[in-house]
């Protein structure tokens, strides 16, 4: 890409944190372990309501008379008779009474999901996503007076207002702990377990690997002349622009987002007349070692006003 220097000039340096099962150190950069914890500071809790889904397996009858009906159509589609997506009013009426209310269905684990306010009120404590040391991921703290990150969120869905940053987003709640460390006559924690997490948003214990690497812009960030350049280039080249250049995948501090399920989203900064575009702090991934499951096995992204770290967060997913 040395023939564009133009984004050569928009390069960010991101750090792929690699995290591979196993229990960090409670003094550790890690994944989902103990944290270094303030003995006088209180545990942190989220006490806005939550939303709990409810899995009712279908009967083997309901079951049979889904599958019979999904056939019927495709047979119909097959012999022309109809079209392929086409449900019958029979067939929506023996639908709405097999859902019987319920929100969604699983076809892989055939169970009706149904979502509803959790009527417990009481707090859920929040777990521990992730810890980061400066001395092992110094480009996080670039800017900021502390030594050690800590990351961590309510396990539960939430209604999107509620939510830092408001974005269409209902996932965990997340927060992000600056410290100096050694200030902080800081013990090893023992979390409290939360009283109910959703299935998927509890890590796994990881170590991490951080390696840096060069990460370049989705083609929707590139300004136009730039973009429509590298689009041509890499056509000829025969390479895939985001598969082979940009928006470095998996867990992340830094770098740029990918826009894969919307178009480019710009963030912008909600702190008191700040509205700047907010920058990519850190990517929180699906799947691997950690086995979150985030959005629809996608990815968090936790942005960051690049101009005062007083001002909050915001939270968008892919
Ligand atoms: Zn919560
Ligand atoms: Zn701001």
Redo the contacts with the bound molecule.
Sequence with gaps: MAEFPQLGDLARIAVLLNPTSGVPDAGDSGLGGPLSWPADEPWPQCAVGHWIHHRDPLSAAERREWQDMDEAREARARNGTGEHNVVTHEEAAAQKRIMNGASGLDLITWERISTRPDPCTDPVAMVPVMQLRAVDVPRAFEGRDADLLQVLWCPNDHDREDVAGGNPYGGPRLELRWRRGAEQGLTTAAPPQPRRARDGYIPQPCTLSPVEAWDFPEHDDLPDDLRDAVMEWCEDQDWDYHDDFACLGGWKVGGWPSWHLTDLQPIT?S?TD?G?RMRLFLTVNSGGDPSLNVGRFGELRVFV?P??SG?PIALNIQ
Excluded: I, L, S
């Design positions: 900064c702190g700040c700047r006003c101009d005062a001002h």
